[in-house]
């Protein structure tokens, strides 16, 4: 038997302008969890996608079980036992649950030459995995009837039901909630004790101690090393990451809160099993953090203030007045922004640049004559916010889909950073960015509040919620439960009793 299941030996990858894999190597023990760290921009997802057969290497070698092969695509990939869990989900909400789970591989009945697809059998096996993960999702749902985090939990389900030998993880935790990551962390203890060998990409150091057995760290493109998980402290890992000391993860808050800038009082969705009878305020130059579990409609509330869903009934009063928002246009003139959870479906505009993806927001402010777009004004904006914000890329023109996740969510930042709203509503605005990101975006977010910005954050991650939060506000089941306002009341314990309060 070989010492590794897996090795990867001087993989070089590049793109135009930029050497995204430059000798990295990679080694996975049989029936281990190797956690693949490193700052968004890294190179992680780069090398697992030359591992599957999304993109060809430049130059290196792949073994499997000690022998060398060659992966000409995701199929060959698949059928030499590699499944992969990507980072952005690419679901297809229209068709159910189980077609999702069998896309490309669709049971069939044959009549001579006819195939029939066998969607009892579909249903069933369907049925099967899910219930391997937990998970009681009926098979024959529409797979755009779940959360985010619910259709996480199919894509996991869907890469363990190959029953592969090696099952990439590319942060298949950022949507799922904390009882949903249990599920798959016994999932993943199950495969490990049957000899599957895992490699898990993630930036939540706790669970990257909780799973894994080895921690491989990669710095801009590079291989910097492969240690026991049990070896490294949580600091040694961020140092190792980022090349330097990070202390202090959220900045001290110096911004001055003011007078009440927006007034949401009585929102109710139209739809009867969301938000209802929802009221708060929010502050010039406040933090206000929304908590709760998923499921909780904290994101179907702020889509219903910013005119991305209807309204039933509530008012909402911008500086004192009343203000109508029936769509995103509206809300944006009454100076309010939003960065949305789900970054590819609704945060970037992946066949453009970076310069159109920031400029979204801003081309009708840069017209000369009423119709002529001002380049050299737009390109000083989006180059003042590639320095800003440490956008890694070769220059604007970029294609935004060919940047890291964390890059791409820093432009999303940029883009409403650009048309300088009063209100900024962040969504879950650190989803898969690393702890050396995660620290600019923080940084961000205060500089924005002592400009007097008002921000309403979303974040599952309770560290973060009570590190940046001045004030609490807790949903659950779609109804505003609890609201801490006193920093020294503002704990683990009381955030998730306002949670599971029904």
């Known amino acids: 038997m070989a010492e590794y299941k897996l090795e990867m030996r001087g993989v070089c990858k590049a793109f135009p302008g930029v050497k995204a894999l430059d000798g990295v190597e990679l080694k996975l023990r049989p029936g281990t969890v190797l956690a693949l760290m490193g700052e968004n921009g890294a190179g992680k997802s780069t090398l697992m996608k030359c591992l599957f057969g999304i993109y060809k290497m430049d130059e290196g070698e792949i073994l499997l079980d000690g022998e060398r092969v060659e992966i000409k695509d995701p199929d060959d990939a ?127 150091m706790d669970e990257i101690k909780r799973i894994a057995d080895d921690i491989q760290i990669m710095r801009d493109g590079t291989y910097v090393g492969t240690w026991s998980a049990a070896e490294l402290t949580t600091d040694e890992i961020i140092a190792k ?57 904290r994101t179907e509330l702020m889509e219903g203030i910013f005119g991305i869903r209807h309204l039933a009934k509530g008012t909402i009063r911008i500086k004192g007045k009343e203000v109508t928002i029936k769509k995103p246009h509206d809300a944006m003139n009454a100076g309010i922004g939003m960065i949305t959870e789900d970054r590819r479906a609704r945060g970037i505009v992946g066949c453009l640049s970076i310069k159109d993806n920031v400029g979204l927001s801003v081309y009708n402010k840069y017209l000369r004559s009423g119709f002529v777009l001002d380049h050299p004004a737009i390109n000083k904006v989006v180059n003042e916010s590639i320095d800003k914000l440490s956008i890694k890329t070769p220059s604007m023109m970029e294609l935004i889909q060919n940047l890291s996740g964390g890059n791409q969510q820093k432009v999303i930042v940029a883009r409403w950073l650009a048309n300088d709203p009063d209100i900024l509503i962040m969504d879950e605005p650190t989803r898969g960015i690393d702890v050396g990101a995660k620290h600019e975006i923080y940084e961000i977010m205060e500089d924005l509040a002592s400009q007097g910005k008002a921000i309403i954050m979303i974040s599952s991650e309770m560290p973060e919620l009570l590190g940046m939060a001045d004030r609490v506000c807790v949903m659950c089941d779609g109804k505003l439960t609890g609201e801490i306002s006193d920093k020294s009341e503002m704990t683990q314990e009381k955030v998730m009793s306002y949670a599971t309060m029904f």
């Open 241 to 297: 990451m980022v090349g330097r000391e990070l202390t202090n993860v959220y900045p001290e808050h110096h911004h001055q809160i003011g007078e009440v800038i927006l007034e949401a009082e009585d929102i109710t969705s139209i739809h009867e099993r969301s938000f209802r009878n929802v009221s708060f305020k929010l502050r010039r130059g406040e933090i206000l953090g929304f908590g709760g579990l998923v499921g909780a409609q």
């Open 78 to 204: 698949m059928a030499k036992g590699i499944a992969m869990v990507h980072q952005e989900l690419q679901p297809v909400p229209a068709r159910s649950v189980a077609e999702n789970m069998f896309l490309g591989r669709f049971p069939v009945h044959k009549y001579g030459p006819l195939q029939v697809i066998d969607h009892k059998t579909m249903n069933e096996e369907t049925r099967r995995w899910l219930s391997e993960l937990g998970l009681d999702y009926d098979p024959k749902a529409l797979l755009g009837t779940l959360s985010i985090g619910q259709m996480q939990m199919v894509e996991i389900a869907k890469a363990v039901s190959h029953e592969a030998k090696i099952i990439i993880f590319d942060e298949p935790t950022s949507s799922l909630s904390d009882k949903e990551v249990d599920f798959l962390f016994k999932v993943m203890n199950d495969l490990r004790d049957r000899g599957v060998s895992m490699i898990y990409i993630s930036h939540k």
